[in-house]
């Protein structure tokens, strides 16, 4: 019921917003436009925010056949706790990163990237897809999917706002333009943060430690996962993943931002302390 009422927050918010900014941009009629146009990206949120994501990374579905040692894995896992074959698809991408996405466990995807197929064993990598079945159980990648979705289309109108002001109904002088400019970079500075604290509030730090937990319960062996983290932090730092601040948070761990403020993104726990709460001890690593 947790994850309903936060997706149905998410939604509601998203459409307060477009509509605030369309009556700022467009009076009364924009305020009308922009509810029709939060209408679609409502039902593009619930219904296709999976498949924004994997399109997003350029994720490709495999079959049986091309990955025979992911396929095993995960139809052991699911029979164990119980949820549907989710599809399963590879990213192709050396930086070793994995997530889940989806609106239900009926309804689920999960995808891995070549460089972690490429990186862990067997038992490493079992565990990471625990740990992504372990997302699709607690079923909160629907949260996780529509927040990426919301979170994009903030920062999506914000930076439309800004080229508004810079382009439009100002005047034509250089000093009505820098002022235009100075207000966009403000809405900017504005709604990104707006964005991030979206994402914060609905995809806490602590799902990602019930997913670690979840994962290490149905392999009964919390110490793969915790060698899995360990390899995916020290590896993903020297092959940085390029990701987007709206979908940064679907990962298993969080992937290079590139950006002034993607500290304000930061949707994951300190790898050490994920290990340390699997193994019982301290990280044998430093941050």
């Known amino acids: 019921m947790g994850n309903t ?9 998203l459409t307060l917003l477009l509509m605030f900014i369309g009556r700022a941009f467009g009076g009364q009629n924009g305020m009308f436009l922009a509810l029709g146009l939060a209408a679609v990206m409502n039902f593009i949120s619930y219904f296709y925010s999976d498949k924004i994501a994997l399109a997003m990374y350029r994720a490709q579905p495999v079959t049986r056949e091309q990955l025979p040692r992911a396929y095993e894995v995960v139809e052991r896992l699911t029979q164990k706790i119980g949820i549907p074959m989710p599809k399963l698809y590879v990213i ?11 609106r239900n466990p009926s309804h689920a995807s999960v995808a891995m990237t070549q460089g972690i197929l490429d990186l862990l064993n067997d038992e490493e990598l079992e565990g990471v897809l625990a740990h992504e079945l372990g997302h ?9 999917s529509v927040a990426a979705t919301v979170a994009g289309a903030i920062t999506m109108l914000a930076s439309m706002g800004r080229w508004a002001m810079i382009f439009g109904g100002w005047g034509g002088s250089d000093r009505d333009d820098r002022r235009g400019g100075g207000i966009g970079a403000l809405l900017m ?3 990104a943060p707006i964005a991030a604290s979206l994402i914060q509030l609905a995809v806490s730090r602590s799902r990602e430690y019930q997913a670690d937990a979840t994962g290490a319960h149905f392999t009964g062996n919390p110490y793969a996962l915790a060698s899995a983290l360990s390899k995916l932090d020290a590896y993903s730092r020297r092959i940085p993943m390029q990701g987007s601040p709206s979908t940064a948070h679907l990962f ?3 992937p290079l931002l590139g950006m002034s403020f993607g500290n304000l993104f930061s949707t994951h726990p300190p790898i050490a302390k994920r290990i340390e709460r699997l193994t019982g001890r301290p990280a044998e690593f430093t941050q």
């Open 252 to 254: 298993i761990v969080q």
């Open 136 to 144: 699709v159980n607690n079923r909160d990648i629907l949260i996780s």
């Open 189 to 191: 500075l504005i709604l």
């Open 5 to 13: 009422f936060k997706t149905a927050f998410l939604l509601t918010l």
């Open 92 to 102: 192709p991408n050396e930086s070793p990163n994995a997530f889940a996405t989806g």
